[in-house]
């Protein structure tokens, strides 16, 4: 489900025609959550989600930005041996994420962790063999040096949102009040892109993805 100004319409359509559908009860709750306006993963996300848990079978992953817990579920269904840590601060979302935990993570791994999350993370420690970021985009680049620190070698790092509807790459927001997300995802972009310790690759799916390893 490409946003605009990520790719052509004709394109996004196909994808979405060819795409095989998620089934089973995650499939009919994402549905739901969707249908209702809460800010899921996008199905696509969804999917690079599930095959890089089925390639790296982490043992260990933190989410930052939980919403609903709809990712924390598929990662919980992909890896079911896996803790995951993921951080939400909207009181809204946090209420509605316990619930689904409790309905659906019988074996009580997913431990959601209340408040900001760049109040959170510098008090973390370990290290987590993968990482989704999906939160205040503004906030990116306050993230990236924690995230740095508790990915493990070889971890992968997996940031949703990138390109804010196309507007980071044409370098102008659709109004003037999104000129701070968009100057800041840049800047996030380019700290990423800069710093040796990664290989990033940025996918125009979605509202931009990017996939990086810690070397």
Same mark, same amino acid.
């Given at each position: 489900?490409?946003?605009?100004?990520?790719?052509? !319409?004709?394109?996004? !359509?196909?994808?979405?025609?060819?795409?095989?559908?998620?089934? #089973?009860?995650?499939? !009919?709750?994402?549905?739901?959550?969707?249908?209702?306006? +809460?800010?899921?993963? $996008?199905?696509?996300?969804?999917?690079?989600?599930?095959?890089?848990?089925?390639?790296?079978?982490? #043992?260990?992953?933190? !989410?930052?930005?939980?919403?609903?817990?709809?990712?924390?579920?598929?990662?919980?269904?992909?890896?079911?041996?896996?803790?995951?840590?993921?951080?939400? &601060?909207?009181?809204?979302?946090?209420? $509605?994420?316990?619930?689904?935990? $409790?309905?659906?993570?019988?074996?009580?791994?997913?431990?959601?962790?209340?408040?900001?999350?760049?109040?959170?993370?510098?008090?973390?420690?370990?290290?987590?063999?993968?990482?989704?970021?999906?939160?205040?985009?503004?906030?990116?680049?306050?993230?990236?040096?924690?995230?740095? &620190?508790?990915?493990?070698?070889?971890?992968? +790092?997996?940031?949703?949102?990138?390109? +804010?509807? #196309?507007?980071?790459?044409?370098?102008?927001?659709?109004?003037?009040?999104?000129?701070?997300?968009?100057?800041?995802?840049?800047?996030?972009?380019?700290?990423? $892109?800069?710093?040796?310790?990664?290989?990033?690759?940025?996918?125009?799916?979605?509202?931009?993805?990017?996939?990086?390893?810690?070397?």
């Amino acid at each position: 489900m490409s946003k605009t100004g990520i790719n052509f !319409e004709y394109v996004s !359509e196909y994808l979405q025609y060819v795409r095989r559908k998620r089934t #089973g009860w995650l499939a !009919e709750k994402e549905l739901y959550w969707r249908n209702n306006g +809460f800010p899921i993963a $996008e199905p696509e996300v969804g999917d690079l989600l599930e095959i890089i848990c089925k390639l790296k079978k982490p #043992g260990k992953i933190l !989410e930052i930005g939980t919403c609903v817990g709809f990712s924390s579920l598929l990662m919980n269904q992909t890896v079911p041996d896996a803790s995951i840590i993921t951080i939400e &601060r909207n009181p809204v979302m946090i209420k $509605e994420a316990k619930i689904n935990f $409790e309905l659906y993570d019988k074996a009580r791994n997913i431990q959601l962790l209340e408040g900001d999350a760049a109040n959170i993370l510098p008090d973390l420690n370990g290290q987590y063999d993968l990482i989704f970021l999906d939160a205040a985009k503004g906030q990116y680049p306050v993230y990236l040096p924690d995230i740095k &620190r508790l990915l493990s070698s070889e971890g992968v +790092f997996i940031s949703d949102n990138v390109l +804010f509807n #196309g507007f980071v790459a044409k370098g102008a927001p659709d109004r003037h009040r999104n000129k701070t997300i968009v100057m800041r995802l840049d800047e996030y972009l380019k700290m990423l $892109e800069a710093d040796d310790d990664f290989k990033t690759v940025l996918l125009p799916i979605s509202d931009g993805v990017t996939l990086s390893i810690k070397k």
